[in-house]
């Protein structure tokens, strides 16, 4: 019950946070101008001849590419939101442990019959909580942008969002860790940059795989080894991508950069489920340890 209870005050404390209200704020913007592009990408593919390039080969066979279109313009919005997530679940937890010691609140919570595990696993559950709704929300707001004006809706749309929620709550996890060994801004500053570096090692692996470069994948993969968060993007992006008309015309590569056409295997997200729980389980006993 200590832990609930927990919980409920950190998905309080964080809905109540300056943090959460930028991001809302910013959010609304960015669906409001996402639905303005969208419409108007809709209304240049409807007067588009398709005379050129690709669309004038799959044309000839029969194949529509719209499909293909709008799925990228989906995924670029859930791409917004993922990151604006994974932002928010890197500056929230970030101050979780190390700014509530430094302030001395967390006195008045481990002063009574409350082990530390439960404080750490409390608020674990609260910030995981309120990423979940963050989440949730903001990928059907904007499924619902594609699916009203350009009537495409992802039949894996949930599983989509699950590996999304789970790549939010693994970032949780990590800058939690960093909160219970080091100052917030510093464990917020490094898992920034960690989290940067290893985007860009996703996107070198997909370069990798599109052009055969063994040693781009490699590099991709030990990137996704050291922090997981974009092999989980990777595998919600294709889960909820349209099936591309485009192998048809024996084409296989990527058309935009938000194409997944080599997903991580299903073992990438159980180790990224392993990943966030050993860093729970870390973060637990880092603090358990720690003198307040």
């Not at 913007?29 to 639905?35: I, K, P, S, T």
């Not at 570096?197 to 990798?208: A, D």
Request: no cysteine; proline share 3%; charged share 10%.
């Amino acid at each position: 019950m200590n832990t609930l209870r927990i919980a409920n005050l950190t998905f309080r404390e964080a809905v109540r946070r300056k943090a959460l209200y930028g991001a809302i704020g910013m959010t609304i913007v960015f669906l409001a101008l996402y639905g303005w592009g969208i419409d108007a990408a809709m209304r240049e593919m409807a007067g588009d001849t398709g005379t050129a390039g690709i669309q004038r080969q799959a044309a000839e066979l029969g194949i529509d590419t719209t499909i293909l279109a709008v799925g990228q313009l989906f995924v670029a919005g859930l791409f917004a939101v993922s990151n604006i997530a994974s932002l928010l679940a890197i500056f929230m937890a970030a101050g979780t442990i190390a700014q509530e010691v430094d302030q001395g609140t967390l006195y008045a919570i481990v002063s009574k019959p409350v082990a530390r595990w439960q404080v750490v696993v409390g608020k674990w559950l609260g910030g995981a909580a309120m990423l979940a709704v963050y989440v949730t929300v903001t990928s059907l707001a904007a499924a619902a942008i594609v699916y009203w004006r350009a009537g495409f809706l992802s039949d894996k749309l949930p599983q989509g969002i699950l590996l999304l929620i789970a790549k939010a709550a693994l970032l949780y996890s990590i800058t939690m860790l960093g909160s219970a060994v080091m100052p917030a801004i510093t464990a917020g500053i490094v898992m920034f940059i960690l989290y940067s570096v290893t985007n860009v090692t996703g996107l070198l692996e997909q370069v990798g795989q599109g052009l055969q470069i063994e040693s781009l994948v490699q590099v991709g993969i030990f990137g996704g080894l050291v922090l997981p968060a974009d092999a989980l993007w990777r595998m919600a992006a294709h889960t909820v991508q349209p099936p591309n008309p485009l192998l048809a015309l024996g084409i296989r590569t990527m058309i935009g950069p938000f194409m997944v056409l080599h997903p991580p295997s299903i073992w990438m997200g159980v180790y990224a489920v392993g990943y966030m729980a050993a860093a729970l389980g870390t973060a637990i006993w880092r603090f358990s340890r720690r003198d307040l």
